[in-house]
């Protein structure tokens, strides 16, 4: 079995998602990825381990939406983040960007946010707050492509929260 992330990072993100430290995994496969972890974790605790709650909620404490608008040639991208727990959150990024927006068409990639763009190497954090949602835009101008059924996926760049939204859309 290989893993993408070393262990040393695995194991302590799973038990700050449990409720302990606010932590969350939000996507279509968190589930699967706790269970997997879960596994691991149990195998190597030296105290054995029990299940423990799931948390603020059924997606965790970051909740995200996705919206896409569109008007003539440009494709308007908007992902919204709202901290659904009681505490207030800490988000580490590793860089200067905060959020990624892709636009896919049949599985290809057709426009990517951040492509082009430079961004500052320095660790940072931003702490949103209970109730608090964070609002990133970025417009697509998608003069010149074809037509048809896109995906667009905003995502948060912070390495201790996984959050990602995707919503389709169609250009005619």
Not at 79 to 108: C, H, K, M, W
């Amino acid at each position: 079995m290989r893993f993408s992330k070393p262990l040393t990072r695995i194991l302590p993100v799973w038990i700050a998602s449990q409720g302990h430290g606010g932590m969350s995994v939000v996507g279509q496969r968190s589930g699967f990825r706790r269970a997997i972890v879960f596994a691991i974790g149990c195998a190597l605790a030296p105290a054995g381990c029990a299940a423990i709650g799931a948390g603020p909620s059924a997606t965790g404490p970051l909740l995200p939406s996705m919206q896409v608008y569109t008007a003539g040639d440009a494709v308007t991208v908007v992902l919204q983040v709202t901290n659904t727990s009681d505490s207030a959150i800490e988000l580490n990024f590793p860089t200067g960007q905060t959020y990624e927006f892709v636009v896919e068409q049949g599985g290809r990639e057709v426009w990517r946010w951040s492509e082009g763009q430079a961004f500052t190497q320095a660790l940072r954090q931003e702490r949103v707050e209970p109730g608090e949602t964070l609002r990133f835009e970025a417009i697509w101008p998608a003069t010149g492509s074809p037509t048809g059924s896109f995906v667009a996926t905003g995502s948060l760049t912070a390495s201790n929260y996984e959050v990602e939204q995707s919503t389709g859309f169609e250009l005619r």
